[in-house]
C-alpha cells in the first residue's frame, strides 16, 4: 500500500511531496524550493535504479534531480511534520514538476 504525504523544511524554504511504499521507501519524490516553488527534484526510484543500469543516471539527475536518500526514516530528511495527500493531490504536484523538469523551466505550482 502506497500513501502520499506533503512536507516542509522551513529553514531553507523547501516544499516536499512523497510517494512512499509500504516499507518506508519514497518511490517518488518532488521538491520545491523558494516563494517560486521551483522544480528541484521531480524523480522516481524505479527511473533512478533504470538510469544506473543504462549508464544514464548523470543525464537523469540533470533533468530530474536525485535526492540524497530514498528512505522516509533517513537523518537526510529534515522537515517538519508531514501531512497526509490524497494520490490526485499528490500526481498534480508531480505531473506540473515533472513537466518544469523536462522543459527546464524548474517552474512548479504556481
Known amino acids: 500500500m502506497r500513501r502520499w504525504v506533503h512536507a516542509r523544511q522551513d529553514d531553507e524554504d523547501l516544499s516536499f ?3 512512499i511504499d509500504h516499507d ?3 518511490r517518488r519524490v518532488v521538491m520545491l524550493e523558494g516563494p517560486e516553488r521551483l522544480a528541484v527534484i ?3 526510484l524505479d527511473e533512478v535504479e533504470a538510469a544506473f543500469r543504462n549508464d544514464t543516471i548523470n ?3 540533470e533533468t530530474y534531480g536525485v535526492p540524497l536518500s530514498w528512505s522516509a526514516a533517513s537523518p537526510d530528511w529534515d522537515y517538519t511534520d508531514p501531512e497526509p495527500l490524497s494520490e490526485t493531490e499528490f500526481e498534480e504536484a508531480w505531473a506540473d514538476a515533472r513537466q518544469a523538469r523536462a522543459t527546464g523551466s524548474r517552474r512548479d505550482l504556481d
Do not use: K, R
Open 17 to 19: 511531496f512523497f510517494e
Open 24 to 26: 518506508g521507501y519514497f
Open 42 to 44: 521531480a524523480c522516481s
Open 59 to 61: 543525464e537523469y539527475g
